[in-house]
C-alpha cells in the first residue's frame, strides 16, 4: 500500500502522555488499534489495562465501535494532508469483571461483620 494512503494516528492516555505516532492502513479496524495500544501501552502507568476491551477509543466526541474501520472513524475535518490525528483513550474495566470483584469485596465484608459466640 502506498505510504499516502496510511492514515497516521496518535493515541492521547488519560495523564495526557502519547502512544504514537503509528500509521495504520484505512482497512484497519478499532479493535486491531486497541490490541495496538495494549501491545504498546508505557509500564510506568499506574492504571492499565488488562485486555483490549477494557480500552475505550475517542474521536470528535464518538466512542469507537471495534468493528469500524479508520476511514469509518475520520472526521471531516481529518482530511488535512500530512495531518495526524489523535484519538483519545480511556481505561473502563469490563462491567461484567467489575461487578465480579465488587461482589467479592461485598462478600469479603458481610463475613468480617458477622459476629459469633461459642459458650461451653
Request: include cysteine.
Amino acid at each position: 500500500m502506498p505510504e499516502e494512503d496510511l492514515v497516521e494516528l496518535k493515541f492521547r492516555l488519560y495523564d495526557g502522555s502519547d502512544v504514537g505516532p503509528f500509521h495504520y492502513s484505512p482497512t484497519a479496524t478499532v479493535s486491531m488499534l486497541k490490541e495496538r495500544i495494549l501491545s504498546e501501552w508505557p509500564k510506568d502507568k499506574k492504571i492499565v489495562p488488562r485486555t483490549a476491551n477494557d480500552i475505550k477509543l475517542i474521536n470528535a466526541g464518538k466512542i469507537l465501535e471495534n468493528g469500524k474501520t479508520v476511514a469509518q472513524c475520520k472526521a471531516p475535518f481529518d482530511d488535512l494532508p500530512k495531518s495526524v490525528i489523535t484519538m483519545h483513550v480511556v481505561v473502563q474495566p469490563s462491567p461484567t469483571k467489575a461487578r465480579s470483584e465488587k461482589k467479592i469485596e461485598e462478600e469479603e465484608a458481610i463475613q468480617r461483620s458477622f459476629c459469633s459466640c461459642t459458650i461451653m
